[in-house]
């Protein structure tokens, strides 16, 4: 069996690749899956004839009469543009019940082969007979039949957004009707069903062949959640208690995807974890993404305010810089590095010497591992002496700054979001965050 | 899991070190242009703060876009805009004249489709290139692109820290 476990975590960039994917991709697996699904209900006939003796009975007794049986069933086996053209004249109609009572492996056949090809969008291949084999012999039949045009109108939905091939969905709705016809028959077990039908039917719909034949109490009481397969494409099911039909089904898958990445926005933005309901976070998101341009706006300003004296330091800077990110230690840098450390940074404030010595020292001294965790330690001391007002005046802030400085204070660093607003960034792009998407 | 986190931890350095050393070179490039204009004379009265500061932050941007790479929608659009932008500065005023008007039909058309800026708009409107994202998309976006700005403000803090002091 086609095994569809995949969870949706794991499967963030899965989940991409899935609407990357395009209509007619999507819509090719899915015949595939089709296909497959009905080699596999061919296959499972042969296990589930007992449950066709009570259909049979029930037949037998409505006095269908047994017309065209084999031409039914013989068509049935064929793939669908036969059974349009061939399969359903009225007597076939009728007989789409009837092939039941006189041979329960044929009738099986017919059965799956209709309903398979009655719910061609695959889903919904196993709803009639699972749901049959919960309630009951009349019930089933009723559920069968009334299924058909019960469901008529989701399957057209269904048909309309999952079908790729209008043939099979002229198909469809001619077959719907003709089961109409036929449920008009079994009127009196129709009506009382239909209620129950739709939701049980829709729940059943959406397990695994192997499941429904397990047992379908336990398969409805699967309250599973919604999986993702890898390549084909979403399988979705129902949890129990929810509403069921194509639409809403598609919209949950939606909803958990725009969770989730609201969750994993939560965790970058600082000062978020109180913060509930999707349109909160929405706005600490644009507030905290205003106030991160508009600091590099600011640092922008003080960039240009420094260029003049961007004379020698500048190339001491891209040395410094080249050496900063200790994965690409080359030793001319290091070295050019470690000879600036002494005359030029004389007149740096503790803080960037300690920096500076860390760059300067330990990378031509410490294993690249190393020296990696010391630069990721050290420039979270930049930051921090950054925001420190004392230290910031320190840094010669023209008049025109003023302004631009109280705003960015006003808005983004709240007392107690000072350190944690940078910090909190910088260690997000260091921590496990990184290992869910790809830089 | 250890070596996924040094992966990680790679491509977070990596991110920086390419921002870092592309904006490095950038800065160097703007100097020395505005060394050839200015002369003498201070580059504060030269060419105009606002322009110099401007300046900066595009090619902190594009610094940013290009270290990214074309993996990203947000980072696509950027590297767009910024050819468009070079492209209008190179050429005549008048067909700058044009771009703008077409440019700003497109936003009108856009204006119109919703009443009122829902925060899902603000979003866009903030995150490069995020009309063309449905909320799930641009969500993500969102989260790499407020680390990559997370990255560029780091970085340019550390520079200004050095450069000032």
Redo the contacts between chains.
Sequence with gaps: MINRALLPAGGGENMLHCTDMTVLERQRARIKWQQEQQQQQFQLQQQEISYFTELADVFHQAGFHEGGLSEVVTRSVKPDPGLVDNGWNNDHVVGYGVGLPYNNGLGFELNYGAISRTSSCPPEAVAAVAAATVKGSESVVSDKISSGAGRESSKKRKVDKIQNNSKVVAEEDTRDKRIKGCAEQGESKITEKNNNKNSRNNNTNKNNNSNKENSDETSKDNSKVSEVQKPDYIHVRARRGQATDSHSLAERVRREKISERMKYLQDLVPGCDKITGKAGMLDEIINYVQSLQRQVEFLSMKLAAANPRLDFNVDNLFAKEQAFPACSINFPTIGMSSDMTNPAYLQFNPAQQQLLACCGLDMGIDPPDMALKRTTSAPVSIPETFLDSSCFTQTHPPPTWDADLQNLYNVAFDQGRQTSFQTQPFTGSIEASNLKMEM | MAS???I??????????RF??RF??S??R??RS?NRFGGSQ???EGIG?RI??????IA??AAMARA?GP?RTWSRALLFKLRNRARIHGVSRKRCLVSEKKRVTRNKVVAISSREPS??D??RK??PGGDSMD???L??E??????C?????????????????
């Design positions: 996924k986190h040094t990680a931890t790679r491509h977070a350095q990596g991110i920086r070190a870092a050393s490095l070179r800065l160097l703007l100097r505005g201070s580059n504060d703060k110099r500061t401007d300046r900066i932050k902190a941007y990214v993996r925060r899902a603000t979003l903030l995150v909320t799930c998309v969500l993500e969102t989260a790499h692109y407020i680390k700005l997370a990255t560029q403000v780091t970085v340019m803090q550390s520079i200004a820290d050095r450069l000032l002091l």
